[in-house]
């Protein structure tokens, strides 16, 4: 008796969750969309406009031939990577030091900007498959009762509902893998250019100082 009762209890549960699953599902297919969407928008507005040429911009700020904010805003570097190098470049006043702290901060806010992107997309990625297998096995309870009555219309409804989640689930996670591996590819390459940029800049300041020093 106290087994019936369990399981009667543990099947309204699973019952009740159907909907809440198909729900989660539904706003995961959205992110993944959305997410979609800003792939193509970021690949028009940042990664189009990234030409920067890592070699010739090294070059440049160790001759300084001209001045470093001008070799900095003019490089085809993103804004974001522009704003960064700027800051640490207006502190003039900063130990190196102090100013080599700030540079890995500014790094930090970068790395964690992307890393959120792709968070995103990661847990897209993982939810789907899960919710996508909830999906399929919740309506198999009825569909299974359906069957031993004789039930036909029950239990294809049931089974369609249990297809249609799993492609829901796949579908999400497929793409939301496919725009977690595009966006690590390019975001390594962004925080692996600024770093490079970065610690020229630093060594370049550190060197201006110490000529201007020894000039006094």
Do not use: C
Request: charged residues 25%; without cysteine.
């Amino acid at each position: 008796m106290l087994t019936e009762k369990l399981t009667d209890a543990l099947r309204a549960i699973a019952a009740s969750m159907q909907t809440p699953v198909i729900i989660v599902l539904l706003i995961l297919i959205a992110v993944a969309i959305v997410m979609a969407g800003t792939l193509i928008a970021e690949l028009i507005t940042e990664k189009r406009h990234m030409k920067v040429k890592l070699p010739e911009l090294l070059n440049a700020l160790q001759k300084g031939e001209r001045p470093a904010e001008e070799i900095i805003t003019e490089s085809g570097l993103l804004k974001r990577q522009k704003n960064a190098l700027l800051t640490v470049l207006a502190q003039r006043e900063l130990t190196p030091l102090k100013r080599e702290s700030l540079a890995g901060e500014l790094m930090e806010a970068e790395a964690d900007h992307y890393d959120f992107r792709v968070k995103i997309t990661d847990l897209v990625m993982r939810l789907g498959p899960m919710f996508g297998l909830l999906g399929t096995l919740i309506p198999l309870g009825p569909g299974i009762i359906a069957l031993g009555r004789g039930d036909t219309y029950t239990l294809s409804e049931s089974l369609l509902t249990a297809f249609d989640t799993t492609i829901a689930g796949l579908i999400a996670a497929a793409v939301a893998t496919v725009i977690s591996m595009i966006r690590k590819r390019w975001y390594a390459r962004y925080m692996g250019n600024l770093g490079a940029v970065m610690e020229s800049l630093l060594e370049v300041m550190e060197h201006d100082e110490q000529m201007e020093t020894e000039e006094a």
